[in-house]
């Protein structure tokens, strides 16, 4: 029996052996979320802390994207962008930046009630 690749076959295999094909994003449990003040003078920030499992398949997901810019997403909503310059590995994330008054508690209420969903995604920018 032979197999034949068509067109559309070889170019999602040339894909996936090139690393351009989009994956699912990884979605994210946290375990703990701390609104903290950021070193910028004036701004505040959000501390996710996932759970061991989560820590440790978000560090997987670094050290295969070291070099790629991620989209850091609450509930569809992209709220950073960073570029990762190496793994992390400590199962932490922290988000700062501008952000709109109260906004960070909100999110912080938000994911700490389960209603929030958080996802990893390598960015199509």
Do not use: H, W, Y
């Not at 003078?41 to 996710?48: D, F, S, T, V, Y």
């Not at 952000?99 to 209603?115: D, N, T, V």
């Amino acid at each position: 029996m032979r197999v034949l690749f068509g067109p559309i076959a070889a170019t999602a295999v040339g894909l996936f052996a090139c690393g351009l094909a989009m994956a699912e994003p990884l979605t994210l449990t946290i375990a703990e979320v701390v609104v903290v003040p950021d070193p910028e003078p004036g701004q505040m920030a959000l501390n996710l802390k996932m759970t061991p499992d989560s820590g440790r398949a978000f560090a997987a997901f670094t050290k295969a994207n070291v070099g790629k810019t991620i989209d850091l997403s609450v509930d569809g909503n992209v709220v950073m962008s960073p570029r990762l310059v190496e793994p992390i590995l400590g199962g932490e994330v922290m988000i700062s930046g501008r952000f709109a008054k109260g906004e960070l508690r909100r999110l912080a209420e938000q994911i700490s009630a389960g209603k929030s969903k958080v996802t990893v995604d390598v960015s199509a920018r």
